[in-house]
């Protein structure tokens, strides 16, 4: 979405992670790396994509340019069955948004140098639309009777340190991870002590386990969208990075039972 925003009508950008996939499990097909090898760019976030590295690995010598938007933004972590990985969910953080945009923006420019002009002029709407997403977020969230957000998986962190939110995650950064029973015990206590009132679930994976929990303890639940993928049925009724946001302000503002 970035990218698209940014390059306009000099680019033609081309998804790697099919329309409302799971990007952390995806693996690219011969097709798609032929793809990549025959373009001038390729976009990662960093951390989020399993074949990030080993693509890049085959890109050296070639001259195509890899960007890594999130290079420098990934500060937090988590340790999963041993193994402490890096969080890549910065972009639900519109003000780390707004980075990974210049890094992509500094990436176009130096692709395609004669029209780095036009990429700059796009950076300033797309910051403008960014900074409107992190103004409401700050106003909509300001005055909230709750802070603890249960989600389905540990998506949220930097939009929660961003806002002054909790999160508590069923599972970890992986959203198709089965949780133990001792994972589900916890959470279901967490939110009976907590007066948790809303379980949050995703669009791209089951919302089975976020149902369980509100059912053990009397909850609703809601849509927070972690916006990894958006189903082609959902962008042509007009959905996009900038309205997901702020359909998930809106349940947020809900669940924590917030006044504006």
Known sequence: FFTTQLGGDKVDVTNITP???????????????????????????????AWGQKVTDLLKGSTVQVVTAGQGLLTRSLTENGETMSDPHVWLDPVLAKQEAHAIEQGLAAADPANADYYAQNERILDQKLDKIDADYQAGLKTCVRKNIITSHAAFAYLAERYGLN???????????????????????????????????ESLVSPKLSQTIATE????TLVLDPLEGISDADQAAGKNFLTVMEDNLKNLQTALQCTT
């Open 217 to 220: 303890v009397g909850a609703k």
């Open 19 to 49: 329309s409302g996939a799971e990007p952390h499990d995806f693996e690219p097909t011969t097709q798609d790396i032929a793809k990549i090898e025959g373009g001038n760019l390729l976009i990662l976030n960093g951390s989020v994509e």
């Open 167 to 201: 999160q508590v995650a069923i599972d970890g950064l992986s959203p198709d991870a089965e949780p133990s029973a001792k994972q589900l015990a916890d959470v279901a206590t967490f939110a009976k002590s907590h007066g948790v009132t809303y379980i949050f679930f």
